[in-house]
């Protein structure tokens, strides 16, 4: 079965440092990864995926993710964070044999002026 | 172009009423999904519709019923409601087949069983 894991309730950074969101996945195939943002009270909206291909992903808003098999993780980067970054993130990945989407639990981030 | 839209918004019911919660998009995407988002458990998928014609169980479908009407909406049924139906839900869509695409979400509908 696939599963997602996001290790951290709450990521707390300053404004201006960079920041990473940690996520691990269990697939028994190749994994679609993705990552969304959730802001109060909005649905999700999608910052970037990973299908094949080049191990590091940019996505929207300057976020990055990079894809690393051995470790089955694919964490979410950002150079230099802003306060307005802050939100719910999750993480979601998709067994190639399997039709859904099986999101994280979220990492609420929070950034600090 | 809205996007992905939901009604209500906002919906509180008496344990064991009935009630459908609208989704419509204006993407012309094919695949459509009916999520709910509880506290500390993320989403957690009720039932999607690969396209028009079809719909299939996700991971929570127990006390809900979906119909695909169209390709542009996509409706999610609580026959009886219980207060562990009390969450907030999700209507998605994607251009590409399930789970291979980005999804496009609504605002949510953010429903209290008494």
């Known amino acids: 079965a696939q599963s997602v894991a996001q290790p951290e309730d709450q990521v707390n950074v300053a404004e201006g440092n960079p920041l990473t969101v940690k996520c691990t996945y269990s697939v028994s195939g190749n994994p679609y990864l993705f990552w969304y943002v959730q802001y109060p009270n909005r649905g999700l909206q999608f910052l970037l995926k990973?299908?094949?291909?080049?191990?590091l992903v940019k996505g929207s808003y300057g976020f990055e993710a990079e894809f690393n098999k051995s470790q089955t993780s694919f964490h979410l980067k950002k150079p230099s964070a802003l306060v307005s970054d802050s939100a719910l993130y999750f993480c979601?990945?998709?067994?190639?044999?399997?039709?859904?989407?099986?999101f994280g639990t979220g990492t609420r981030l929070l950034v600090s002026p | 172009n809205a996007g992905v839209t939901q009604t209500p918004k906002f919906q509180v019911l008496k344990t064991g009423q009935s009630m459908t919660l609208q989704c419509a998009q204006d993407m012309n995407h094919n695949s459509m999904y009916w999520y709910r988002q509880d506290p500390g458990m993320g989403l957690r998928l009720i039932y999607y519709?690969?396209?028009?014609?079809?719909?299939d169980k996700g991971e929570v479908p127990n006390g809900y019923n979906v119909s695909r009407l169209n390709k542009r909406e996509f409706s999610l049924r609580l026959e009886s409601a219980a207060p562990s139906q009390t969450s907030v839900y999700f209507c998605?869509?994607?251009?590409?087949?399930?789970?291979?695409?980005?999804?496009?979400f609504g605002p949510g509908t953010r429903l209290t069983v008494t």
């Open positions: 990973y299908i094949t291909g080049d191990n």
């Open positions: 979601a990945v998709r067994d190639t044999g399997f039709q859904k989407l099986v």
């Open positions: 519709s690969a396209s028009e014609g079809t719909t």
């Open positions: 998605a869509s994607s251009e590409e087949a399930v789970g291979m695409g980005e999804q496009y």
